[in-house]
């Protein structure tokens, strides 16, 4: 059995996409809670393929349950690929959780979701630029009128590279490679990325005594401690600046105003 975790913001429109994909009935809702239990169902035209309509989550450091559900079931559940449902009209707050699912070392498909109301908008996207940016599969679809459906299938159900952790800068990349040596023989190889990251970031969920010995954890804290001075900032807020400033780099590529469209004529 392939499984297909879809993850996603909350109201990116998962259940919808959820229903649309597998036939099933299910609520759909803004209620808060209303996908707190797991929900599974067979991919329409393939009795091999399980979906999992997780909770809807902002970021893989957990802070509520939803959180907690849907990383737990990323990280220690079988799973073959992620499907993330991306609300096209929030692409850039969306984007925070996608730079991170891509450090799961899973294959990550973007269902690039409610496109039918960025076609109406002003402002229009290029997917050919967010799709090499991510170096992700993006696949346009709506999830309430059905289009782009049939592709998405198609999608995720064609053999996927796993995803490329996004890259940070220079300074802070030298101090995540010295934690991903020490971590090799500690934690699955395929998440050795996340692991790194979550080290870095001090999260208090990872028992990092369970990872490093006390040495390497000294020596590790120290590299830390001196990268936080440089640049007079916490490690969580590091990383998550990171993140932003690298999510603004390809949303400059991406947006596209359609008034430009105009001066380019002359
Ligand atoms: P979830 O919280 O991620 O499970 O999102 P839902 O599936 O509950 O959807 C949230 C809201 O967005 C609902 O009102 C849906 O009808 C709506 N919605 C979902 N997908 C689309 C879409 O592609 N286009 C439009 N216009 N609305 C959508
Ligand atoms: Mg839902
Ligand atoms: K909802």
């Not at 919808?16 to 036939?23: D, K, Q, S, V, Y």
């Not at 690298?246 to 002359?266: G, H, R």
Request: hydrophobic share 40%; glycine share 6%.
């Amino acid at each position: 059995m392939t499984v297909i975790a879809l993850v996603g913001n909350p109201n990116s429109g998962k259940t919808t996409l959820f229903n649309a994909l597998t036939g099933m009935k299910q609520k759909v809702g803004n209620w808060p809670g209303v996908t707190i239990d797991k929900k599974e169902g067979i991919l329409k035209g393939h009795n091999d393929v399980k979906i999992v309509d997780l909770p809807g989550i902002y970021s893989l450091s957990p802070y509520t349950a939803e959180e907690v559900i849907s990383r737990d079931f990323l990280l220690h559940e079988k799973v073959d690929l992620i499907l993330n449902v991306v609300d096209a009209t929030n692409l850039e707050r969306n984007l925070y959780l996608t730079t991170q699912l891509m450090e799961l070392g899973l294959p990550v498909v973007v269902g690039l979701n409610m496109m039918d109301i960025v076609e109406k908008n002003d402002s229009q996207l290029s997917v050919a630029e967010l799709q090499y940016g991510l170096d992700l599969p993006v696949v346009e679809i709506s999830a309430t009128t059905g289009k782009g459906i049939d592709g998405l299938i198609q999608a995720v159900t064609t053999k996927q590279n796993c995803a490329m952790p996004i890259v940070f800068s220079k300074n802070v990349e030298s101090t995540l490679l010295e934690i991903t040596e020490r971590l090799f023989n500690a934690v699955p190889m395929p998440q050795l990325r996340y692991w790194t990251v979550k080290v870095f970031e001090k999260d208090k969920k990872v028992n990092v005594s369970e990872l490093l010995d006390s040495d390497n954890k000294a020596y590790v804290d120290g590299l830390i401690k001196q990268l936080e001075e440089q640049l007079e900032d916490d490690s969580e807020s590091i990383v998550a600046r990171e993140r932003y400033d690298w999510i603004e780099t390809l949303m400059a590529s991406v947006s596209i105003e359609m008034n430009m469209t105009d001066s380019i004529s002359d």
